[in-house]
Every structure is written in C-alpha cells, then in structure tokens.
C-alpha cells in the first residue's frame, strides 16, 4: 500500500481557504478589528470577568493593531480554516533578549514552508511587557524574522487600559525609565506618578536610593502632600524591589493614598494591579529567575507583618480566563481580517513554558470554550525535566518547531481519517443503491 499522500485531503469543503490576494481589499487589510461582543458561555461567572471585559476595551482601543502582519496571503497560499496557534514568547520564542534557534523556523513553517503545503494562523499572548504593543511588536519581528502586528499581539499590560477612565492620579510601577509612563500615558491615564517623582519630592522616602542625575531629570517635580494616588499599577517588572515596595506600602498603608499620611484602619489604601502573576520566569539564565508574581506574594506577605492585614491585589494576564476569552476574539478578527476566515478554529495550539501560567490556563479555557484548547508544553523554559507539572499539558515537546510539527501532523492525520471516513460512508451508499 502506498504511503498517503500529504496533500491535505479536503474534508467538508472546509478544511482549508484558497485565497488570492486579489481577494483582500485595501480596506480589509488596514481596518483595525473591530470589538466582537463576547458569547454568553465564554463569560465565565468569576472575577475573570472583569478581566474580560478590561482586555475587550482594551483591544477596542489599540487603533495601531490597523498594522497588518505577515500573513498576507501571496496568490494561490493555502491557509487552513481548521485550526490556529496561541504563541507564549518568554521560554518559548525568546530567551534573555535572543530568538530560540527554533522559533524562526517554527515561524517559517506556519507561513507555508511545510510539507503540507500550506498556512497557519497564529498570535502571541505573552504576560510581557514593559514598552507599547507597537514596540514589541516591532522588536519581535526582527527577532523572528517576520511581521508581527499588533492585531496579533497581547500582553500583559494590554487591559490596564480599561481603568483610565475609573482612576485619574496612578502610581505606574515598573519597566526601564519613563517607558511604563508612557505607555500608561498612551492608554490614556491622565495624570501617572512614577516613584522616581515621589522620591524627587521627599529623597528621604527610600533611604537607601538615590536618583540618578538621569532619573531626577526625567522625574516630575510636584508637592504629594497635595496629591491623592487613587490606584497602583505594576506594569512591568520593578528593576528596584526595596523602594518600589517602599513606596507601595506607603500608600496602601496611607489615608486615600495620600503620602505622609497613615490610616488607623490601614484599609483606605488604593487598589493594587499587577499585569500578570508569574512567580518565576525564563530568561538568559540557565535556571528560572523571579518575577512579577514573586513581587506580589512578598508584597501581601509584607502588608500582613506590618499591618496584621490581608491585603488583596488583583492580577491579569494567564491564567486567567479573561485573558483567554480575550484571546479568542483577537484571533477570530485576526483570521479575518489577514485571511477571511469568518468562524473559529476548531482548535487552537496554545504553546507555552510555563506550567502554572499556560498550560493552566489553556486546560481551563478548554473546559469552557466551544472549540478545542490544545496545549502543548515546550522544555525551553520554565519547565524542567525531571520535574512533575502540577498542571499536565496534552503534549511535552523539546521546543516551539518540535510543537508546531506536533499540532500539523496531528491535525493532517485527523484530516485523513475524516476523508477516508467520507470516502466509506459513500462507498457503502453506493452499494446499497
Ligand atoms: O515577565 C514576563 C514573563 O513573566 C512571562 O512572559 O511571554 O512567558 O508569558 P511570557
Ligand atoms: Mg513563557
């Protein structure tokens, strides 16, 4: 018997889309995606939801995702309709700053350099940040050697956007310089402190930390005896632990986040937002190094000694649902918008590093969502051999190239059994004739 061909057999017409480029307008290629008011049974009933709902104005905000990325389809490309990729990039596609060897080719194996012959949509949802989704997006391309825009493109700051308009004097935490002001700017916060202004005004607050001449350049000279911070922001991770968290503490523990104040009750404090939980993460060090995540666990454990209080902060990015749910949605307008594609996949490899973060919250959202959440675990990363994830991926692979021909194979063999399926099932209508 001959070996199948691996021409990917056509199975209810819908396995995959011929497209020419002739067939995309001017129009539909530049127009940003638009908001897709999420489904019933993807609202799941937990704090999630705000989450969601944060990332969906969010996503409706970003007018740059206009930028369209690399799938533009040349004449004649085939791109499935049948399933997609959900790319993590910390440990998976990027480590300390470089490409992992694997991901450029990966990335080239989803653009049509493939044995099938064809295309595959992808996006990438880091818990990142740190600069604009513009900068990342750009600094990602020439990593990977492709265009990646925004359209296709989350991270874990993303939804903070959401709250400019519910706080109007932020505390920005986090990130190289003035980058997460910024970026806090540009989503549209009206009034953002960082604690470089708040140690310009009083030196005194961090004993241990002096501005550079830099720094106290770029810091904003104001009196915060005047100034009530109404909400904190951790947007990237602190590059200067001690008196970040001296300066938070400061806060939670103020009257309505007045500084120099102190609450009796030490229940008066703004609100604390972490763009993402990640204890530990994968960089250019041989083992995990901490993370944002680690922040929060010794922030509350720190409010509680000082206080005797529970202090509770809320964070976003994976796992959470809300961001999943955000996922979809920027998938389904991106398969639209770069290929025509007007329905779900009906899978999605979601590949990832870091158990706890992706491989959780993929299985999660498998559980809740109408299509399949398929998640793959890569050894590039976070993830050690030898260790037991407490949350089990569908599969275990070396590395991103390894997980893309992991999911291509996998959806070509369900392809196959599908058409031999249809092929029987005429045969015995024709014999029954
Ligand atoms: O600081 C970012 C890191 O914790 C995780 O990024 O891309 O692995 O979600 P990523
Ligand atoms: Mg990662």
Redesign the pocket.
């Known amino acids: 018997m001959s070996a199948p061909s691996l021409a990917v057999p056509s199975s209810g017409g819908r396995f995959m889309r011929r497209l020419s480029s002739t067939e995309a307008t001017r129009e539909s290629m530049s127009m940003g995606p638009t908001v897709v008011v999420p489904p019933k049974h993807l609202m799941a009933p937990s704090n999630a939801s705000e989450v969601a709902a944060a990332m969906e104005v969010a996503r409706h905000e970003i007018d740059s995702a206009a930028t369209p990325g690399t799938p533009i389809t040349p004449s004649e490309t085939l791109v499935t309709d049948k399933y997609a990729y959900a790319f993590?990039?910390?440990?998976?596609l990027i480590r300390g700053g470089k490409p992992i060897p694997e991901a450029i080719q990966a990335m080239k194996m989803l653009n049509g350099e493939n044995e099938y012959g064809i295309k595959v949509p992808y996006i990438f949802?880091?818990?990142?940040?740190g600069k604009t989704e513009q900068e990342r997006c750009l600094q990602l391309s020439q990593q990977l050697e492709i265009e990646v825009s925004p359209g296709q493109f989350i991270c874990?700051h993303t939804p903070m956007r959401e709250m400019a308009e519910r706080y109007k004097t932020v505390l920005v935490v986090g990130g190289e310089g003035e980058k997460c002001r910024q970026v806090a700017e540009g989503y549209g916060f009206k009034d953002v402190v960082t604690p470089g202004d708040i140690i310009k005004d009083n030196q005194d607050t961090t004993p241990f930390r002096k501005l550079t001449s830099e720094e106290y350049e770029n810091s904003r000279a104001r009196n915060f005896a005047e100034v009530e911070i109404e909400a904190i922001f951790v947007f990237?991770?602190s590059r200067d632990w001690a008196s970040d968290q001296q300066i938070i503490l400061d806060l939670l523990m103020s009257k309505n986040g007045r500084l120099g104040t102190r609450s009796e009750t030490f229940e008066e404090g703004p609100p604390v937002f972490f763009s993402?939980n990640?204890v530990v993460?994968?960089t250019s060090h041989d083992l995990t190094r901490i993370?944002?995540g680690a922040l929060r666990v010794s922030l509350e454990a720190m409010f509680k000694a000082v206080t005797g209080k529970d202090l509770k902060t809320t964070a976003f990015?994976?796992p959470q649902i809300g961001t999943f749910q955000f996922a979809t949605r920027l998938l389904q307008q991106w398969r639209k918008d770069t290929h025509c594609i007007d329905m779900p996949p009906d899978t999605v490899y979601f590949v990832?590093?870091?158990p706890e973060?992706?491989i959780r919250g993929t299985n999660e959202f498998d559980s809740h969502a109408d299509n399949s959440w398929y998640s793959i675990l890569v050894r590039t990363?976070v993830f050690q051999e030898g260790t037991k994830p407490r949350f089990q991926p569908k599969a275990t692979v070396d590395n991103v190239l390894e997980a893309v021909k992991h999911g291509m194979e996998r959806e070509y063999k369900k392809a196959l059994k599908a058409s031999l399926q249809d092929s029987n099932a005429l045969d015995s209508a024709v014999v029954e004739e």
């Open positions: 993590d990039i910390d440990g998976v949802v880091t818990n990142g940040g874990g990237a991770d993402h990640d993460w994968s993370g944002m990015g994976k990832g590093d870091t973060s992706d990363g």
